[in-house]
């Protein structure tokens, strides 16, 4: 079994390696929505002279020009690319999930017991990315919407309404990456703690295996908790990870030396709020100063 400094390079390690597979991902669907997004607009730029000429004075009607005239290109997650987003988001889920159990094994050793992948849970969860992107593409088709209609009414042009559009798509493109990595992490974290609850491991420590983190992580970080007493993870992106307390990694002198004893309580992290819970999870351990 390794010891506290081994086991928390063994986690950086399985992190980039997630990471990696989450930018490849993360491309692949970025790539989808640029495409998307120049079919518009160019089909826009082309049109763009006839809808000024024919635009109506009501805001309405000219919802309804741009709706006629541009259509499902407004939409920049097409519905017959269902399959395709899922299989990636699928593909991304799978890889996390073995990556966690992966983690786990390496962390306990002879004590690990063997842990299926959850295929049905991947699926829904792969579904579930889907439908969520598909509601920041509807978000994108309104506001790319409500843009041309007033850009038409205001006499703005086409140049400029493309870089309303553009900074619309960035918006879209980060919310699909924290989709990507958000859900990846749950995945990963979710394999690795059913492992260690298998293993029988009673304590999990918050790692921190990057630097720059929120409050909530860096309170948490280097902290053991009851395994299944708290949600992981506890925001979108984060990009903490959950170690076994067992055997040396439970050294006192590492996670002092690790974690940070100056920051105060934030109470529950945002995603323990969204599950309804009432207050955050208390330590069962927090590693402590040796008197003298």
């Excluded at 009673?202 to 902290?223: D, H, L, M």
Aim: glycine share 8%; with cysteine; aromatic share 8%.
């Amino acid at each position: 079994m390794p010891t506290a400094g081994e086991a928390f390079r063994i986690a950086q390690r399985f992190d980039k390696s997630l990471a990696t597979a989450e930018d490849n991902t993360i491309a692949r669907i970025n790539q989808i929505l640029l495409n998307s997004y120049l079919k518009l607009e160019r089909t826009m730029r082309l049109k763009w002279d006839e809808m000024e000429r024919d635009r109506p004075f009501l805001p309405a009607q000219r919802q309804l020009l741009v709706t006629e005239q541009l259509g499902y290109l407004l939409q920049l997650i097409n519905p017959q690319q269902q399959s395709a987003i899922e299989a990636m988001f699928g593909e991304l889920l799978a890889f996390a999930s073995n990556h966690g159990v992966n983690l786990a094994d390496a962390l306990l050793g002879d004590a690990a017991m063997f842990s299926a992948v959850p295929v049905e849970a991947i699926a829904y969860s792969a579904t579930e990315s889907y439908n969520r992107l598909l509601r920041h593409g509807d978000d994108f088709a309104s506001k790319a919407s409500i843009a041309i209609g007033e850009g038409l009414a205001q006499g703005w042009g086409a140049q400029k309404i493309a870089g309303i559009l553009k900074e619309q798509l960035g918006v879209t493109r980060w919310r699909a990456e924290a989709i990507a990595r958000t859900e990846s992490i749950k995945a990963y974290s979710n394999a690795s703690q059913q492992k260690y609850n298998d293993a029988g491991v009673e304590e999990v420590v918050w790692v921190a295996v990057r630097e720059g983190v929120c409050k909530f992580c860096t309170w948490r970080n280097g902290k053991a908790f009851k395994l299944g007493s708290i949600i992981h993870p506890g925001h979108v992106n984060c990009r903490c990870c959950l170690i076994c307390r067992v055997g040396d990694i439970a050294d006192n002198d590492f996670w002092l030396n690790y974690s940070d004893q100056l920051t105060g309580d934030p109470g529950l992290m945002p995603f323990e709020k969204a599950a309804g819970m009432a207050i955050p999870p208390k330590p069962t351990w927090i590693p402590k100063r040796k008197d003298g």
